[in-house]
């Protein structure tokens, strides 16, 4: 077992905690956080929160006891670390995902203040109805259900991105001003020929919703084979096996829960 643990002397919620986290790989952090009936919330993206009247309990089961600096540098020597601004989420790190250019690294970050404009290549959004329904469309491309989504053109934001794509693949129009920051996929690509432009490896996640049901779907655009409304039974049937998918878990915690 390759757990590691630090002091508890980082402040939070008027409480120390340690962070505890395996150089390994996230399974056996998990299951062993699972063991020790950590709360799943105390998951940060690449570690665990370790409350101070935890921390020797641990340490008993197994951990072994090293300094926020070493920590650190195993975890970025094991390519498990996540990074993250300061007041977002980290939610997941996806390793080895495979894409239709190329294979990358993902990681899936909750937060509500956007990426840099200058930094993002693409959007998606959650769209919802009054029901609760979300719209999906089938991707030729990716062979896959998700949610409306693409490529940024030139000249316009990642807001206006996400609303043209939505339009093109669904035929909603939706308002830009409506259309809410809650997160972003950041992409680590493995080989050179990834389409991801150098600078910007972010893509927006956002979130809206409809003051109507039924809405109708178009056929969607070239690109889409099909478009649907699901409620979240059928979302969760569609998309739960996707790398992005703990991330629709934390931005809708109805989805969940989620199965690390």
């Not at 935890?54 to 197994?62: E, F, N, S, V």
């Not at 090293?66 to 195993?74: E, I, N, Q």
């Not at 080989?191 to 979130?207: K, S």
Request: charged share 30%; aromatic share 10%; glycine share 8%.
């Amino acid at each position: 077992m390759t757990l590691w643990i630090d002091e508890p002397i980082w402040p939070a919620h008027g409480r120390l905690f340690a962070h505890l986290v395996s150089d390994t790989s996230y399974a056996e952090l998990h299951d062993f956080a699972v063991g020790q009936k950590l709360h799943p919330r105390s998951f940060d993206g690449d570690h665990y929160d370790v409350p101070q009247e935890r921390w020797q309990q641990l340490i008993d089961a197994g951990a072994a006891l090293t300094t926020g600096v070493d920590l650190a540098r195993r975890l970025n020597a094991s390519g498990l670390r996540l990074r993250k601004r300061k007041g977002d989420r980290g939610v997941s790190r996806q390793l080895a995902v495979p894409f239709p250019n190329g294979t990358s690294d993902v990681d899936l970050v909750a937060g509500r203040a956007p990426a840099r404009d200058d930094q993002v290549f693409a959007a998606m959004v959650f769209v919802r109805d009054a029901r609760g329904r979300f719209a999906v469309v089938y991707s030729i491309r990716r062979d896959e259900w998700g949610s409306p989504g693409g490529w940024r053109e030139p000249g316009e934001s990642p807001a206006e991105n996400a609303v043209r794509e939505t339009l093109e693949e669904t035929g909603l129009v939706i308002d830009a001003r409506q259309v809410v920051p809650c997160g972003y996929e950041r992409f680590t690509p493995h080989t050179d020929d990834n389409l991801i432009e150098p600078g910007r490896p972010y893509l927006q996640v956002f979130r809206t919703g409809l003051d109507v049901d039924g809405e109708p779907l178009s056929e969607g655009d070239d690109g889409i084979r099909e478009t649907r409304w699901v409620d979240p039974t059928e979302f969760v049937r569609l998309c739960s096996h996707l790398f992005w998918w703990p991330l629709a878990v934390e931005i809708y915690p109805e989805l969940g829960p989620l199965e690390r």
